[in-house]
């Protein structure tokens, strides 16, 4: 069992930047395959970037070249930095993991074992 606590989330105003962290418990973190999702009031939850258990990373299109992935095995903690922030990305951002998966596996909802209790993020015009 893997349990996942998102920190970081708050209000910001447009252009502004946030870092969102997702502590892992368990000894196998390293195995995981971590993703980020976000879902606005009224719409789907969607795939925002992932970082394979191998090394691989994904973004969506909407997020490419303002948010950055990355992980720290060793804290047992993944992290997504955002920049250059739009109100669009206003949203409840959560947190998933699942055992080694792919890059075709991180973007899927339905792949995910585990999940946080998500963080808001409020970007202001």
């Known amino acids: 069992q893997v349990q996942l606590v998102e920190s970081g989330g708050g209000l910001v105003q447009a252009g502004g930047s946030l870092r969102l962290s997702c502590a892992a418990s368990?000894?196998?973190?390293?195995?995981?395959?971590m993703s980020w999702f976000r879902q606005a009031p009224g719409k789907e939850r969607e795939f925002v970037a992932g970082?394979?258990?191998?090394?691989?990373?994904q973004y969506a299109d909407s997020v490419k070249g303002r948010f950055t992935i990355s992980r720290d095995n060793a804290k047992n903690t993944a992290y997504l930095q955002m920049n250059s922030l739009e109100p669009e990305d206003t949203a409840v951002y959560y947190c998933?993991?699942?055992?080694?998966?792919?890059?075709?596996?991180?973007?899927?909802?339905?792949?995910?074992?585990?999940w946080g209790q998500g963080t808001q993020v409020t970007v202001s015009s």
């Open positions: 970082f394979s258990w191998s090394g691989s990373r």
């Open positions: 368990g000894r196998t973190f390293t195995t995981y395959t």
């Open positions: 998933a993991a699942h055992q080694l998966g792919s890059a075709t596996t991180m973007r899927r909802t339905s792949s995910q074992e585990f």
